[in-house]
């Protein structure tokens, strides 16, 4: 009893230092509860390598008892719009492909992603939004695309 006590607070732990920072910018309710309704969040992610480069995430957020408590599990619907905000430029070489967000979707189980790609013939970073489970993933995902300016090159490793 002990041991399935410590293995649930490790998991929890290790749950909450893999989540991204987000800064949640809007939400509407979608599906009124007494006990917490359903959203649609916005969020928005500073890329940690490119700075000048922020990322929308709009997604399902479950209210009632359990969306409170942080035991819910999300839909697996979600979209992203990632801009220029600012000048761009890199904190180092870029993988070609790199997971640089993720976040969880229920307690255990359901992970959201932002992937970027980088796209060094058109000279673009590529976001791909998508999210999976331990078991099995889904196919349901969303793109979109921020051109760096010509004369900057983005440095690959």
């Known amino acids: 009893m002990k041991s399935s006590r410590r293995l649930a607070a490790l998991l929890a732990c290790a749950s909450l230092g893999a989540s991204a920072h ?3 910018i809007g939400s509407v309710n979608t ?3 007494v006990t917490g309704s359903d ?3 916005v969020e928005a992610y500073d890329d940690p390598q490119v700075q000048g480069v922020t ?5 399902a957020r479950t209210g009632g008892v359990k969306g409170t408590l942080g035991i819910a599990e ?3 619907e979600a979209s992203i719009a990632c801009r220029q905000v600012g000048p761009i430029s890199f904190s180092g070489p870029l993988r070609q492909q790199a997971d640089v967000f993720n976040e969880r979707m229920s307690f255990l189980f359901k992970t959201l992603h932002v992937v970027r790609v980088v796209d ?3 000279n673009a970073l590529v ?7 331990v078991v099995s993933g889904s196919a349901k ?4 695309a921020v051109p760096v300016p010509s004369g900057t090159t983005i440095p690959l490793r």
């Not at 976001?127 to 489970?133: A, F, G, I, N, P």
């Open 141 to 144: 995902n969303s793109v979109t």
């Open 55 to 59: 990322c929308y995430v709009s997604r």
């Open 39 to 41: 959203k649609v969040v």
């Open 120 to 122: 060094a013939k058109r």
């Open 127 to 133: 976001y791909l939004t998508y999210s999976d489970r």
């Open 22 to 24: 987000a800064e949640q």
């Open 74 to 76: 999300d839909p697996t």
């Open 31 to 33: 599906n009124f509860r």
